[in-house]
């Protein structure tokens, strides 16, 4: 088992608080994103932790699946983390968490949104997550604009 993290900061021009609070109303960002085609409330309720979501993707061109659990929310700190339990990440890594936390940009307008992804290959022939970062990037950028339109 090998565990590794990768992590990165995404310059936006929407309010930390905008942003945060977008993100975790997921039941909304297909209306935002191109990468997300909906997502569906298993169990719990939105935006709480405990909760379980189906998210339906579309990454590198592919329809993909994730069953995530929400474990921890930090409304002070702009921060969600999320658990994959279930999904085609699942098949390549045992663990696999998210976590995304929305900071004022400091000496300016805007913010940063930060993604950090922590997991643990199933063998040493499972690529790191760096692709996957991409996706996080270009869904970020897509969700600030859709922001900015709305005014």
């Given at each position: 088992?090998?565990?590794?993290?990768?992590?990165?900061?995404?310059?936006?021009?929407?309010?930390?608080?905008?942003?945060?609070?977008?993100?975790?109303?997921?039941?909304?960002?297909?209306?935002?994103?191109?990468y997300v085609q909906g997502c569906d409330l298993l169990e719990g309720e939105w935006g709480e932790v405990g909760s379980i979501l189906l998210w339906k993707l579309?990454?590198?061109?592919?329809?993909?699946?994730?069953?995530?659990?929400?474990?921890?929310?930090?409304?002070?700190?702009?921060?969600?983390?999320?658990?994959?339990?279930?999904?085609?990440?699942?098949?390549?890594?045992?663990?696999?968490?998210?976590?995304?936390?929305?900071?004022?940009?400091?000496?300016?307008?805007?913010?940063?949104?930060?993604?950090?992804?922590?997991?643990?290959?199933?063998?040493?022939?499972?690529?790191?997550?760096?692709?996957?970062?991409?996706?996080?990037?270009?869904?970020?950028?897509?969700?600030?604009?859709?922001?900015?339109?709305?005014?």
């Amino acid at each position: 088992m090998v565990e590794a993290e990768v992590e990165v900061d995404v310059e936006i021009k929407s309010t930390a608080d905008k942003f945060f609070m977008f993100s975790r109303r997921s039941q909304h960002a297909s209306k935002a994103t191109r990468y997300v085609q909906g997502c569906d409330l298993l169990e719990g309720e939105w935006g709480e932790v405990g909760s379980i979501l189906l998210w339906k993707l579309t990454v590198d061109g592919e329809p993909k699946v994730s069953k995530d659990m929400i474990e921890a929310i930090d409304m002070k700190m702009n921060m969600i983390q999320w658990r994959v339990l279930e999904g085609p990440l699942k098949e390549e890594y045992n663990i696999f968490s998210k976590t995304m936390k929305v900071s004022p940009k400091q000496g300016g307008s805007g913010s940063v949104v930060k993604w950090n992804l922590k997991y643990e290959r199933i063998d040493e022939k499972v690529a790191h997550l760096e692709r996957l970062l991409q996706f996080f990037v270009e869904c970020v950028n897509e969700i600030d604009q859709y922001l900015l339109s709305e005014g």
